[in-house]
């Protein structure tokens, strides 16, 4: 991944292949996303929503780590699209929960496998026990 020009005093440092890393797996999953139609925002979203099932948006943006601005515009398109619904809560009159519709469900399982094949692509030079061990140390950075 280093570039025998780059300088060691950079390639030396965890954070600057971290920045490499990270910009190459954005610029491939963003690209693979954008041929399936849909933004990271809204991977995101339909990914929160299946696995919290119907869920406040307040609730979807801390799940999804979006703002509240982000989560409104990027439901509004997905409801626009077929992918989402928007409900009232029973518990809190004001309140409405986002779930899936069926549209919505297969459009993730599909968008699932491109997702899959991003992971291969990006962390393909690393083995099933290298990927674990990698996954726990960015999940332990990352707080």
């Known amino acids: 991944m280093s570039d025998s020009s780059t300088p060691h005093r950079l390639t ?19 690209e693979r996303l954008r041929t399936e139609g849909v933004t990271g925002y809204e991977f995101r979203v339909l990914a929160v929503v299946a696995d919290l099932g119907p869920v406040s948006q307040t609730e979807l943006g801390r799940a999804a780590e979006l703002d509240r601005r982000d989560v409104a515009v990027t439901v509004r398109d997905l409801e626009s699209r077929g992918m989402v619904e928007r409900a009232p809560d029973p518990a809190h009159r004001q309140r409405k929960l986002v779930s899936l519709t069926a549209l919505g469900e297969h459009t993730l399982a599909e968008l699932e496998q491109v997702i ?17 061990t990698l996954l726990g140390y960015l999940s332990r950075l990352g707080g």
């Open 12 to 30: 030396d440092l965890p954070t600057w292949q971290l920045s490499r890393v990270a910009a190459r797996s954005h610029q491939v999953l963003h």
């Open 116 to 132: 899959a094949a991003v992971q291969r692509e990006v962390f393909g030079a690393l083995d099933d026990a290298e990927m674990s």
